[in-house]
């Protein structure tokens, strides 16, 4: 009998580390569990469903658990929840009732939707954007719906906001800090993305909290401070807290940013000792910053699937590491494409850092190539160090690669003078600037420091 | 009176560099000479420009001289040509006749395009592609051509080829080596845009130099090997030699790859003593290769201009050096774009060194989401370090900001097991795949040594 290695989630965090378990150990019976009924698809496509992008929720799950079974030799039961957990005698049982027996654990149960306890919260015509499930209760009820408010303005706020709008519905969103996509991006690149979205119709009420949900027997008003806004619907895009109803059902060591922390291997801490035979991957877990001393939360798809593959390898008996992370995000909010990485000037004070901003705009593509757009760059350096911290970028297309190649800049400890001398771009006119906006802004930025 | 700093060349090089010249010191006298008549453009979009992509010629020009003069108080003279040079009294000739003094110069001479020694290269009909001239005269005679052979089958050849065909002429184009893009890509990658370009129509000869041009009065018909091409036009894009002339006339020291030696300040040698006062930059010079111990050559636009902006803060009395380069290039072919950094394989084993592949194919976007394009990524590895030291790739889309990101992670000397560890990718899907496809060759990589 080979090894048994369990998963508890069917994300990106726990489909990736059954498959890399079993790539590690031919040999080992590896099962998933999962509360869901779809599985392998990612919760970031959910949005583009509905804004019709994407044909159907059908076509983003990547895999089906015949084929896990039949191609990766994996058992994924569907619909199945853990409801209880004995690390002591690796045990786990089931919603069915059944005890399970592991040798190795997974969990990677990823996040739960934040709903803000205001009154009215449960409230029919209230929805997440968390699962398939979810979508598509959405897709069903904005056929009929008129108006929609939107709770929270970051990135799924702003995603669903645009898809909404894009059908046709009337759509305020409400936010409870001063600016959108709050924390990870500076009020003057979120000031293009909120303009942009006002452009679409999009109204915004931000500085403010939701208070309570109205109506009888079903939505018909949100509160936002005294602010009373019609809708039908409520989207509650309120930001993803770590799933810890298992993790604390054992004792494991939360971190005050309220998911487990975990070793470099991934594996978690019990009064201050690393427990053997369990490793976490995912939103439920905190990793190390490259950036900023000390842990952060990464909960992001990419970050999710780097992870599996470590916990996967580790539970299966091979050795990985997981390590410091600078997060680079990107997400498409119509036809415009935002991306971060690193710190935020915000967050950098939040730390006590003190930061210098470079700044550059220029085009995607040579002036006079059809098709660019504009291009926006915000770079952002420790004023001692003068090492790159932070980079955030705005504009029509190709923004991918560009903040992946920020993020290999701050990983490995680039400081803005070695950016200007050292790093280069490629170039046809098609495709840059003879010198990137990156490459301006990094000009900027040595400048800041000689003004 | 300022100090007077003298530019020869009005391209990439010698443009940033008169600018950075003038920021460094604003009460230099700083002049340019040409002999070009029109300045400040890429002749990279030239292609693009006879493909009709871009509008005319016009547009691709970035300022005229008056522009120099009003915004920047830089004197450019154009149809201005050097005749001769006198270090030791820091004089130079003109074409009119006039002498000018200089305290500092900076040569930004260019390149030369290499047109083979062979029968009838200087008959009418005959085309190089380097000056807004050139491509002028190609503009008007393919108006009346019917068919064409590209000499030559580097990214200007394919695009020249890619560029003529899409306008309806019959092209085919010769290339000594056996393979498209030869040694900056590989066989495999080349192949890919050979097949795409040969489903455009154009055809190949490979392996073949071109013999002699025939035609009388005008060209008929190109020899390659023993096949007769005939045609009513040649467009010889046999790459870019340095423009030694005036280098030569004071005899600097030229690296073996024909071109000049610099320090890292960009300043030439004469029998192995630094000279002062002479700084040089662009299609001139050699640099040092980050990749390779020793010289390289980096004939690239982008190349150009951060080695302009080096000699011109040098010139005007600041400091500033050039680093070893890794070359990041790319090209649109059509539809296709094909990008690379670093060595390639073919040049790896011309170096000596042993290397590890790792390929990957993917899309461009998440599989589901509408518009992406495959994307075929190759990385190359340093067998006994492990260190990655070259990337291409070929896709429809998106791959200037990846190409760039692979540059980072060689210029910093990142290994493969590095790569796979810590280099995050930004997700969404309209822009990538959560696992992005340089990721999963960087995976592949890892996997061949432990294969």
């Not at 698809?41 to 076509?59: Q, R, W």
């Not at 004995?86 to 990677?108: F, H, M, P, W």
Request: one cysteine or more; a neutral charge; glycine letters at 10%.
């Amino acid at each position: 009998m080979g090894k048994k290695i369990v998963v508890v989630g069917s994300g990106a965090a726990g489909m990736t580390a059954a498959s890399a378990a079993r790539e590690t150990d031919p040999k080992a019976e590896v099962t998933v569990f999962t509360e869901e009924e779809h599985i392998a698809y990612s919760p970031c496509a959910i949005p583009f469903v509905l804004e019709g992008k994407i044909t159907d929720f059908a076509s983003i799950v990547m895999h089906d658990p015949e084929f896990y079974q039949r191609e990766r030799n994996i058992t994924v039961r569907t619909k199945t929840s853990v409801t209880s957990l004995n690390d002591q005698d690796k045990t786990l049982t089931l919603s069915t009732g059944e005890t399970v027996a592991y040798d190795s654990l997974i969990l990677a149960t990823g996040g739960k939707v934040f709903v803000p306890p205001v009154e009215g919260a449960d409230l029919p015509g209230v929805y997440k954007v968390r699962t398939i499930a979810d979508g598509m209760e959405i897709q069903k009820a904005m056929k009929d719906a008129r108006s929609v408010v939107v709770a929270g303005a970051g990135v799924i706020g702003l995603e669903m906001a645009v898809a909404l709008r894009h059908v046709g519905l009337d759509v305020t969103v409400v936010e409870m800090f001063p600016q959108v996509i709050p924390r990870i991006c500076d009020q003057d690149i979120a000031q293009m993305v909120q303009s942009y979205c006002e452009s679409l119709g999009i109204k915004f009420v931000l500085g403010t909290p939701i208070g309570s949900i109205k109506g009888e027997g079903k939505v018909s008003s949100v509160m936002a401070g005294l602010t009373e806004i019609p809708c039908d619907m409520v989207i509650m895009a309120t930001g993803v807290r770590a799933n810890l109803d298992l993790p604390r059902m054992i004792g494991l060591e939360i971190s005050p940013l309220g998911a487990v922390r975990v070793s470099a291997t991934l594996q978690p801490y019990k009064r201050g000792r690393l427990v053997p035979s369990i490793y976490l991957a995912g939103d439920v877990i905190t990793c190390e910053s490259a950036v900023a001393p000390g842990p952060t939360m990464s909960q992001l798809g990419s970050t999710a699937v780097r992870q599996g593959r470590v916990a996967g390898i580790n539970a299966a008996g091979g050795y990985a590491t997981f390590p410091a992370v600078v997060s680079p995000w990107i997400s498409k909010v119509g036809d415009m494409q935002i991306a971060g990485v690193g710190m935020s000037s915000g967050l950098a004070a939040y730390y006590g850092l003190d930061v210098v901003v470079g700044r550059a705009s220029g085009l995607t593509r040579a002036r006079y190539y059809p098709g660019g757009t504009r291009l926006e760059v915000k770079l952002i350096a420790d004023r001692e160090s003068h090492r790159i911290i932070g980079a955030q970028m705005a504009g029509g297309e190709e923004l991918n690669g560009r903040i992946n190649w920020m993020s290999a800049a701050i990983l490995r400890n680039v400081t803005a003078e070695e950016f200007v001398t050292a790093f280069e771009n490629a170039y046809c006119p098609p495709t840059s600037m003879v010198k990137d906006v990156v490459n301006m802004a990094a000009e900027d930025l040595v400048k800041r420091w000689m003004a």
